[in-house]
């Protein structure tokens, strides 16, 4: 090993990455499993309307409570033992305490505090659980000092409001009784288990020995005339905290919620409700659900709407992890630093002894990488939290005016795209190549699917102006009559629709779970799937694009979440997989079926399936630049394919794809370039007379 770089170093560096990366792995986990898909767009729209001002101001009010608490440390410990832990030390304690306190349940991550100090600094554990516990007591008694302060003022104003008068009484009562608790009782316990301490079985002495110094450390600290310090500082602590906690929240709520009542009291009262609901030992990744169960119901009972009240808890919720694991993960890989250099006999528990230590601390970094990528790609996988720019237009090919593919062509295409600032539905019509916009809603439009008799479109709108088309929950079903420009709602909760053959009925997919057929004579809607149904698929599959064959009675299908596959579902619910792959979908006359899958020249290529052998074959790889090939519909006459094509960008409805024209069978070259914008140009269809 080279000089001045000692395997403890080594250990340190490999160690504080490794318990990083997990710990913001554990973050994103949180984060993704709290966020329902039906909610996901308002929670990503009111997350990037923020206010970063205020959330800087909430990153300030966490450091200067940290700095308060660790001074409050200092002092309880130094009333109890001769040599303590310097004051920058405390503070990097301080911070990872509040990220570990967040990260479990029933605030056992107040023991994160007891292991660094015993650990990293030799503090005897008598000391830490006694400056612990007296740090709670006074944290609880500078909280009722708080809610009286609060509720006199409402007295002075005549706003008193009943609930705060009996939450200053559960606090007090809570207070004065672990006040008795900590002095008399356990003063009491720690005489009478002295006996216990002088020898005797291990099991019996070592809880018996740290009750009884426990007991002796908050004597000590009980007459050392240091209350009146611990209490302003607890009242620092607790103001510090509660003025960052109530900027933060309205920089959440007044970017979005107009409504929303912001004034000191109900605002208290709901962060003190939502902090009270996560320390309840139930279990949670950091809190997510509990702490917005808690403030939320405390909302809704002061008058707030239920589900603004919800997604305004979850946000803030969001922030306040992201700036404590911001300060609480850099604490703690400093941490690991100062903790070996603290003083001559500290740390001896961080030194590796041998090889060994440094290759564990290897295979848990793997470990973290690997959770932390996992975890990552599962929020990149919810979509983007802005639409993307819109683009320009670039110069057509030469003979793009005019070709032989299009001088006998009559009918038109469709497509989604960005152009205009938004994506909305764009027509097309051939030969001329004349673009018209067929919708002008400022929210997000895509999926047009052209009516077997060409004269109406459906396609999905988005329930709130930017949705990613990853999120497949927030959408309804549209239908626009071309002749007259007439757009009709046609159901609600509804994504990627289709046709049937006679025009008749539109079929959709719901909740990511159900495929669902809506008859436009009769108004009703009939379920013809569910993978949480009677059908050879577990209920955490999601349905992707789901096409129905009329003539064949089944259903092409992509599949995601627990099973990854394109397949083909019949009627008596028998899955068959085709393959990999997205964007399963049949012919208009069922003869074969064709999707995207890996492969080819720009990672992408279209197979071609026989839907009584599953056996495929490459259809369509183009050789040009434009070869990340995706979103491939065969025209009404089965004789034209319309796609989408990127120069190797991937994202939907991000990356610049190009709309393309294929004749069926020709060569692969031949494809003609129909769109030419910089911009997202997706999901196109083609109807031709």
Not at 111 to 122: C, E, I, P, Q, R
Not at 172 to 184: E, K, Q
Not at 508 to 536: C, W
Request: proline share 5%; with cysteine.
């Amino acid at each position: 090993m080279p000089p001045g770089l000692d395997k403890r170093f080594v250990f340190n560096i490999l160690l504080s990455v490794a318990v990083s990366l997990l710990l913001m792995g554990v973050l994103l986990s949180g984060l993704v499993g709290s966020v329902h898909l039906t909610l996901l767009p308002k929670i990503k729209a009111v997350f990037h309307r923020t206010s970063l001002f205020l959330v800087g101001c909430y990153f300030i009010a966490g450091v200067v409570q940290a700095f308060f608490r660790a001074v409050r440390y200092r002092i309880i410990l130094r009333a109890s033992e001769k040599e303590v832990p310097g004051l920058f030390h405390l503070v990097l304690v301080s911070m990872s305490r509040n990220m570990f306190v967040d990260m479990l349940p029933a605030r056992l991550g107040e023991l994160s505090y007891v292991a660094m100090l015993n650990k990293g600094f030799t503090v005897r554990t008598e000391a830490c659980l006694s400056s612990l516990s007296i740090s709670f007591v006074f944290d609880l008694i500078a909280l009722a000092l708080l809610l009286g302060m609060l509720l006199i003022y409402q007295l002075i104003t005549s706003e008193l409001q009943p609930w705060l008068i009996g939450s200053l009484l559960v606090v007090a009562l809570v207070s004065g009784g672990l006040l008795v608790f900590l002095f008399p009782v356990l003063s009491f316990l720690g005489r009478r288990l002295e006996p216990l301490t002088q020898g005797g079985k291990k099991l019996i002495t070592r809880p018996a020995r740290l009750v009884r110094e426990t007991a002796l450390a908050l004597q000590k600290v009980r007459t050392s005339g240091i209350v009146m310090p611990l209490l302003a500082l607890s009242l620092g602590v607790r103001f510090t905290k509660y003025l960052g906690l109530y900027l933060l929240f309205l920089g959440v709520v007044l970017p979005s919620f107009s409504a929303i009542v912001t004034s000191p009291a109900p605002v208290l009262i709901t962060l003190i409700s939502a902090e009270a609901a996560a320390s309840l030992p139930v279990p949670a990744f950091m809190s997510f659900g509990t702490y917005e169960a808690g403030g939320a119901l405390t909302m809704i009972a002061l008058g707030a709407e239920k589900v603004a009240s919800g997604i305004i808890l979850l946000v803030l919720h969001i922030w306040s992890q992201i700036v404590d694991y911001s300060l609480g993960i850099t604490s703690l890989i400093l941490f690991f630093f100062v903790a070996s250099r603290a003083g001559p006999s500290a740390g001896t528990a961080w030194q590796p002894r041998s090889r060994r230590y440094i290759f564990a601390a290897l295979v848990l970094l793997v470990v973290g990488v690997a959770f932390f990528a996992l975890q990552a790609r599962k929020v990149m996988k919810m979509g983007s939290l802005t639409a993307p720019q819109p683009g320009i237009s670039v110069a057509r090919d030469k003979n793009a005016a005019i070709v032989p593919l299009l001088k006998n062509l009559h009918g038109f295409v469709v497509w989604s795209s960005n152009r205009f600032g938004n994506h909305d539905i764009v027509m097309l019509s051939l030969p001329e190549q004349k673009l018209s916009r067929l919708t002008t809603n400022p929210h997000t439009e895509y999926f047009p699917r052209i009516s077997p008799d060409g004269t109406r479109i459906v396609f999905c709108r988005s329930q709130v102006p930017w949705v990613s088309q990853r999120n497949p929950v927030p959408w309804d079903v549209y239908m626009l009559d071309l002749k007259t420009g007439k757009e009709q709602l046609v159901v609600q909760n509804g994504n990627v629709p289709t046709w049937s053959a006679n025009g008749k009925r539109i079929r959709f997919q719901r909740q990511a779970n159900q495929f669902v057929e809506y008859d436009l004579v009769t108004k009703k809607e009939k379920v013809l799937l569910a993978t949480a149904g009677k059908i050879s698929l577990p209920a955490t599959v999601m349905l992707e694009t789901p096409a129905w064959s009329d003539r064949r009675h089944q259903l092409a299908v992509t599949l995601r979440g627990t099973m990854r596959a394109t397949a083909v579902i019949g009627q008596n619910g028998l899955v068959k997989k085709v393959a990999g792959g997205c964007e399963l979908n049949w012919a208009p006359d069922s003869s074969y079926l064709y999707h995207v899958d890996h492969g080819g020249k720009g990672g992408n290529v279209f197979f071609k399936v026989d839907p009584d052998t599953l056996k495929r074959e490459i259809w369509f790889d183009s050789p040009t630049e434009y070869s990340h090939e995706y979103f491939p519909k065969v025209g009404n006459r089965g004789e034209y394919l319309v796609y989408g094509a990127s120069t190797g960008d991937h994202e939907h409805d991000r990356a610049d794809y190009e709309i393309f024209l294929w004749r069926i069978g020709s060569p692969w070259q031949g494809a003609l370039r129909l769109s030419h914008y910089t911009g997202n140009d997706c999901w196109p269809d083609i109807y031709l007379y």
